[in-house]
């Protein structure tokens, strides 16, 4: 399930909160809308901290996790909630919006995560007492998150050649490798009481070696930019992984963990969930040449399908293919080279245009067909097996570069962002 995090906790004020709160009864519905903290002017309200807590209880109980007590949920959701408030506070200045088409789509992707559809998890959701409205809202919610991330901090990330072929030319073989790792990481963040936070590690670290659920621990304890997520960091290379253990994780096991590792921020578990072992990597190309023909105005489809219709039979007739796409063709890049559209990879044209050239032989000239840029005839020129290897590795190394600032921005940007607004928690008022 998706949610947001902070980068440590908001302490003595999520303490005092949760006090108040855990002396609520469910029934009180008056009391339970008093104003448990103001954000930078905008009220949180308690029966906000509430729901969001069923929330975070339903998804500690998707990864089979034991819950924790009542205050320990009350303090993470308004956490939680102070964060995302402040982030959809930018979104909101920014006229950032998420549609219902857009929204409807997430909730698919989710309910297809966990193999089922989105009536599934509607009652799955109202089965534990949350509404699937509000449900909704939170989604919405993530999304204008990311949304802000995105444009406040990895739309700003860039990558130079240089970068990657320093990334390449890296001694240490284990940084080097195309093998990806699918890891999680809690951060149990530092705070006045050092003592108690190192205890917390070793508590998570006890109850992970117990066989607790990784997910769970990391949803309710960390304090990581992925904590939401569950502490999952995705598939990446080495050099991809947070410093501090980018040598570590390729010599653990999978299920393996990493022990308390501690820097600047606070106390770190690191899990290896699984590797995937990489190799050379062979992709199928066409050498393919087309003549477009776009709708315009005073073009419509039946007339470009007409047009291509004769120019097909001139070429069959034995007219130069090269010479009738220089004149003929609305594809200026590619008319000037005889509508010679190069070798073209996976993802490189649209799906139907892909349709269209897997269909024919070397040689073959097709019939007029339709795509999103217009009418099109296509011949396929040759074919081959490409090995890419050395693209992909390009490719897996900007990423791991880009993973790798994004993470140490995105912890930068957040820290940035808790430190210059006004928290207040109205408690006793």
């Not at 995090?5 to 908001?10: E, M, V």
């Not at 578990?269 to 040449?289: C, E, S």
């Amino acid at each position: 399930m998706m949610s947001l995090q902070g980068t440590r906790s908001f302490g003595i004020a999520a303490v005092a909160a949760a006090a108040v709160l855990c002396s609520v009864l469910p029934g009180k519905a008056a009391e339970l809308d008093r104003v448990a903290a103001v954000v930078n002017g905008d009220a949180i309200l308690a029966s906000e901290v509430e729901r969001r807590s069923r929330h975070l209880a339903f998804d500690l109980r998707q990864t089979s996790s034991a819950l924790p007590s009542r205050a320990a949920l009350i303090q993470r959701s308004l956490d939680e909630l102070v964060l995302e408030r402040l982030q959809l506070g930018i979104a909101e200045s920014r006229g950032l919006q998420v549609t219902d088409e857009t929204l409807d789509r997430a909730l698919e992707t989710i309910a297809r995560r966990h193999g089922a559809t989105v009536d599934d998890l509607r009652r799955s959701l109202e089965a534990g007492s949350i509404p699937f409205s509000d449900f909704r809202d939170r989604i919405r919610n993530d999304l204008l998150v990311e949304s802000v991330r995105r444009r406040e901090v990895f739309n700003r990330i860039e990558v130079s050649e240089a970068e990657i072929d320093r990334y390449l030319a890296q001694p240490d073989q284990t940084l080097v490798e195309d093998d990806e790792f699918l890891v999680g990481h809690i951060l149990i963040a530092r705070s006045q009481d050092e003592a108690a936070s190192r205890n917390t590690a070793e508590e998570v670290l006890a109850r992970l070696q117990a066989g607790e659920a990784f997910v769970g621990l990391a949803r309710l304890h960390s304090s990581g930019a992925r904590a939401g997520e569950g502490g999952i960091l995705d598939w990446r290379p080495a050099a991809a992984l947070p410093s501090l253990v980018a040598g570590l994780v390729p010599r653990l096991e999978p299920g393996e963990t990493s022990g308390i590792i501690e820097d600047s921020n606070g106390f770190h578990i690191f899990k290896l969930m699984d590797v995937r072992r990489a190799g050379q990597n062979f992709v199928r190309q066409t050498h393919a040449a087309h003549i477009l023909v776009t709708l315009r105005a005073l073009v419509s489809d039946e007339d470009a399908r007409l047009r291509l219709v004769r120019l097909r039979e001139r070429i069959l007739q034995g007219e130069e293919f090269e010479e009738l796409a220089r004149f003929h063709s609305d594809d200026s890049a590619s008319a000037v080279r005889g509508g010679d559209l190069g070798w073209l990879g996976p993802g490189a044209v649209t799906p139907r245009f892909q349709a269209e050239l897997d269909r024919l032989q070397p040689g073959e000239l097709s019939e007029p067909f339709k795509s999103t840029w217009g009418w099109h005839i296509v011949r396929v020129l040759e074919r081959r097996e490409h090995d890419n290897t050395d693209e992909v590795r390009r490719a897996r190394a900007r990423n791991a570069i880009f993973q790798r600032k994004a993470n140490e921005e995105l912890i930068a940007w957040l820290r940035q962002l808790r430190d210059s607004a006004f928290v207040k928690l109205r408690v006793g008022e």
